[in-house]
């Protein structure tokens, strides 16, 4: 890592520049992406459900090892990917805890990175998650860049998704980020594409520091025909000095990111 001399913004040792993805629901299209990915030499997290939502495919345990034995990490996203915020007790330690489990013996590895289905949780799903030994949890909150944050309530910077406008309005009300709401009104909001804004929003952390983190699943992107979409996305991101790129579990174990952890 290289991140002294001639940047003529912020980034530092302890603030650095990271690019990391995350890609949910294990479809079978996801070696379609993992193939995008490792072409262009950026890593992944695969968070897989052991049951796909709606009744999809998911990818079987030769593709779960062979993907892991490259170097993407696999991740919990539940057993049946279940909304998880309204559950309690035995079904909600179920999709959480069994979820974990199961990964790791079809694996023969650790397992320590969650992702809640569609983004829901709450306080009694966070000590759940934390209770079944998951060092880390993913979110859908979006248009994120910076390293502090709560382990189980990892953000994101943008899904590979055609969002409008008042979707990312949206999710940042729900977030109550007021000053990124600002930022989104008065700036981002003119990018046409999310394509660009993905651009932009990576420009300012080579300019300033922090995580770039891109999201999505390989379902949507064959669904709506995303692919040279995200081809182009990964370019702009890929093979730049003085990135650090990461998958999500490894994110959480740099020591400039654990400094800054909330929790
Ligand atoms: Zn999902």
Redesign the pocket.
């Known amino acids: 890592m290289n991140l002294s001399e001639d940047r003529a913004g912020l980034a530092t040792v302890s603030n650095p520049i990271i690019v990391t993805t995350s890609w ?2 294990s479809d079978p299209l996801d070696l379609r992406l993992a193939d995008m990915l490792r072409t262009k030499a950026v890593p992944g997290s695969f ?1 897989v ?1 052991l049951t796909g ?1 709606d009744g999809r495919p998911t990818l079987g345990p030769g593709d779960l090892r062979s993907l892991q034995a490259e170097g993407f990490e696999i991740g919990a ?1 539940t057993v049946s ?1 279940r909304t998880l915020a309204p559950l309690r007790g035995e079904q909600l330690w179920t999709e959480v805890h069994r979820s974990k489990e199961v990964l790791e013996n079809m694996l023969g590895h650790d397992v320590p990175m969650f ?1 809640y ?2 983004g829901s949780y709450n306080q009694r799903t966070i000590r759940a998650v934390e209770k079944a030994g998951f060092e880390g949890a993913r979110t859908v909150r979006m248009l994120s860049r910076g390293l502090r944050f709560n382990r189980y309530e990892m953000p994101t910077t943008l899904q590979a998704f055609p969002h409008t406008p008042l979707n990312y309005l949206r999710n940042l009300g729900k977030q109550g980020d007021f000053p990124s709401f600002y930022s989104y009104v008065t700036d981002l909001r003119a990018c046409e594409t999310w394509v660009q804004l993905g651009q932009k929003l990576f420009d300012r952390v080579l300019r300033e520091g922090g995580i770039w983190h891109l999201y999505g ?1 390989s379902w949507e992107l064959g669904e709506l025909n995303l692919w040279e979409q995200l081809a182009e996305m990964l370019d702009y991101v890929a093979g730049r000095p003085g990135v650090t790129y990461l998958t999500n579990g490894q994110v959480l174990r740099q020591p400039s990111v654990q400094q800054q952890l909330t929790n």
């Open positions: 949910d629901d968070f459900p939502p996203h990917h992702c289905p569609k699943h």
